[in-house]
């Protein structure tokens, strides 16, 4: 639901405000300069002055301290509508100011609720004019003088303008949103790396890239050693540690262009373009380092190790799931081989590279 205290409804009643103040506060000049040469009376002033300078603030403590502020705050909108149908009756019709009234009023309508809202808007303007003629009777004043027209000239272009604004600081922040949701559906909750699903997707890219340019580049699958038992002797919340303490590594060795994530549970993989095999592994000898060093004060008797296999990209590879398979072999035969070291996958470049055991 929209209706709560502390999130969309509280800021649809923010984004209202400022359209109103101004809306109101401009359109008294309309309604004063229709209404003049009729001589209402007092009362009819005092109201007039009310609805068109305290009224916004009022409406907006009275949205902003309610317990549903999205429902407040369209009921105000109705509340407006019906001020709204209330003038243009006490003005007697006259054709440029109700115009300008009661289009600026569907507007707003139409920005906060779409069709329903403006339907019942419709309806709210209806009861204003009816109960306006209850008290003053019929008219219907077709001639607009000059002052009129100058009058509805703030309102004709001011109140655009302060609609346009708010609503292209919505349009900012909805664009804003998307980014941070695009993000989330791309990233793994807890290491804040790349998912499996898309840096599966950049891996077809980067494959196409090589493929077409005879670019270089290697990718790299990670696995802890002996994850299955870190998680059976310190506990699950230590494992999740571990992993984030690995995700913390690569991020602070790799390169900007560099692409890591995790591809699922102890596994992680990376895409490392412009790379070729011996820098890769050089590199990836680093970062085994820097996870073996690590020690948890709190635990001292917590070790990590990783196995690692890489595969460089070579004109023989048919497709990117060839190549990670290559890389699953060089990891397999890494952990086989006795885990806690880098291993390169045998291709059509050469023999098979042992490189970099402890």
């Not at 060795?253 to 993989?269: H, I, P």
């Not at 690692?308 to 590879?317: D, Q, W």
């Not at 497709?319 to 397999?332: G, S």
Request: glycine share 8%; aromatic share 8%; net charge positive.
């Amino acid at each position: 639901m929209i209706d709560n205290r502390s999130g969309k409804g509280l800021s649809f009643v923010r984004r209202i405000y400022l359209p109103r103040t101004i809306g109101m506060g401009i359109g008294l000049f309309s309604v004063m300069a229709a209404l003049a040469p009729l001589q209402p009376p007092t009362w009819v002033w005092l109201l007039m002055l009310f609805n068109g300078l305290a009224w916004p603030h009022l409406a907006y403590q009275w949205a902003i301290r309610s317990p549903a502020p999205y429902r407040a705050e369209q009921r105000n909108l109705l509340l407006d509508s019906l001020s709204g149908g209330f003038w243009a009756a006490a003005i007697h019709f006259n054709p440029l100011p109700t115009v300008t009234i009661l289009s600026m009023m569907t507007m707003n309508n139409v920005a906060a609720g779409g069709k329903r809202m403006v339907l019942r808007g419709l309806l709210a303007q209806l009861t204003g004019m009816l109960l306006a003629m209850a008290l003053f009777g019929p008219g219907l004043q077709l001639q607009a003088t000059a002052l009129q027209v100058y009058a509805c000239l703030p309102m004709l272009t001011l109140y655009p303008l302060a609609l346009g604004w708010v609503c292209y600081q919505l349009a900012i922040k909805l664009a804003d949103h998307k980014r941070r949701l695009s993000a989330l559906s791309r990233t793994d909750s807890l290491t804040g790396l790349l998912n499996h699903g898309s840096w599966k997707d950049l891996l077809l890219l980067r494959f196409q890239i090589c493929h077409q340019q005879q670019a270089p580049a290697v990718i790299a699958l990670i696995d802890i050693d002996h994850f299955k038992t870190i998680n059976d002797t310190f506990g699950h919340v230590v494992g999740d540690c571990v992993l984030r303490q690995l995700s913390h590594e690569l991020k602070r060795v790799l390169r900007d262009d560099d692409l890591a994530g995790r591809y699922g549970g102890d596994e992680f993989c990376l895409i490392l373009p412009a790379t070729d095999q011996d820098q890769a592994g050089v590199a990836m000898e680093r970062l085994r380092e820097q996870v073996s060093a690590y020690r948890n004060p709190q635990l001292p008797e917590l070790r990590i190790s990783l196995s690692i296999g890489l595969s460089a990209y070579h004109p023989g590879l048919k497709t990117p799931e060839q190549w990670l398979e290559d890389a699953d072999k060089a990891l397999y035969t890494a952990k086989h081989q006795g885990r806690n070291q880098v291993n390169v996958a045998r291709n059509e470049a050469g023999p098979l590279k042992l490189a970099y055991p402890d």
